[in-house]
C-alpha cells in the first residue's frame, strides 16, 4: 500500500493516509490536524487522489496523534480503530491538553471499534497487521504492512530515541519488551514510519539506536 506522511505543527506530528492503489480505499492514521489549513491538507491530498476513507487508526490516545480525531471520523463518517486499554487517554483528552498548556476546546475521543495483537485490518486488498507495543502508553499499537515492507509505530520507536514512558501509563521496561519482541523481529530491511521524525529502518535501530543495543 502507499504511503502519504503529513507533518503537522502540533508537536511535530506525523499523521499518515495509507491507501490501497487497488481499490481505492485508505485509513487515516493518527489525525493530528489543529486548525483548518491543516483538515484542508488532509482532505486536499485525498480529494486529488479520489481516494475513499474506510477508517481512522489511532496508534494511541495522546492528545497530539488524537486532536484530529473528531474531524477526520465526523467528515468522512467512518470509525475509529485502536487498542481498548487506551480508551482512558481518550476520554481525558481534555485534561491532557491542558497538561501541555494547550487551549483548544476539545472533546473527548472514543474508539468505536478495538483491535488487539494479531488481529488485521483490512484497507480495500491491502492489510495492517496489528501489533501491541505497550509501555509509551498502555495501548500503544504498531501496523505492520508486511507485502509494503513498512511498520507504522507511533511513538514506540523513532530514530535513534524510543517513545517517552514519564506520562500517565507509559512503563520503560515494557516498551523496551515491547520494541524487542514486536519490531526488531520484523525483517531488518522494514521501513519504521514513527510518530515524529524522519523514517528509519528496522536494521538500523538494531545496531545504532542507543536505547536497543544489545536487545
Known amino acids: 500500500m502507499k504511503v502519504a506522511k503529513f507533518g503537522f505543527a502540533l508537536f511535530g506530528i506525523n499523521t499518515y493516509v495509507v491507501s490501497d492503489p487497488a481499490t481505492g480505499c485508505c485509513a487515516i492514521i493518527d489525525p493530528g490536524m489543529s486548525d483548518a489549513e491543516e483538515e484542508d491538507a488532509l482532505t486536499?491530498?485525498?480529494?486529488?487522489?479520489?481516494?475513499?476513507v474506510t477508517h481512522v487508526i489511532n496508534t494511541h490516545l495522546h492528545v497530539d496523534h488524537a486532536i484530529g480525531v473528531k474531524f477526520a471520523a465526523g467528515?468522512?463518517?467512518?470509525?475509529?480503530?485502536?487498542?481498548?486499554?487506551?480508551?482512558?487517554?481518550?476520554?481525558?483528552?481534555?485534561?491532557?491538553?491542558?497538561?501541555?498548556?494547550?487551549?483548544?476546546?476539545?472533546?473527548?475521543?472514543?474508539?468505536?471499534?478495538?483491535?488487539?495483537?494479531?488481529?488485521?485490518?483490512?484497507?480495500?486488498?491491502?492489510?495492517?497487521?496489528?501489533?501491541?507495543?505497550p509501555g509509551h502508553s498502555p495501548g500503544s499499537i504498531a501496523l505492520y504492512d508486511p507485502q509494503g515492507g513498512y511498520v507504522i509505530v507511533g511513538d514506540a520507536l523513532f530514530s535513534g530515541s524510543i517513545g517517552r514512558t514519564d506520562l500517565p501509563g507509559g512503563d520503560y521496561a515494557r516498551l523496551i519488551g515491547s520494541i524487542r519482541d514486536k519490531l526488531l523481529t520484523l525483517p531488518p530491511e522494514t521501513v519504521v514510519y514513527p510518530g515524529h521524525g524522519p523514517a528509519t529502518t528496522i536494521d538500523r535501530e538494531r545496531h545504532s539506536n542507543p536505547f536497543l543495543i544489545g536487545q
Do not use: C, W
Open 44 to 52: 486536499g491530498y485525498i480529494n486529488r487522489e479520489h481516494l475513499k
Open 75 to 133: 467528515h468522512y463518517k467512518v470509525p475509529v480503530v485502536g487498542h481498548e486499554a487506551d480508551s482512558m487517554l481518550g476520554a481525558r483528552l481534555k485534561e491532557q491538553a491542558q497538561m501541555f498548556g494547550m487551549h483548544q476546546k476539545l472533546d473527548s475521543v472514543s474508539l468505536t471499534s478495538y483491535v488487539d495483537d494479531g488481529d488485521v485490518i483490512r484497507v480495500g486488498e491491502g492489510e495492517l497487521h496489528v501489533l501491541h507495543v
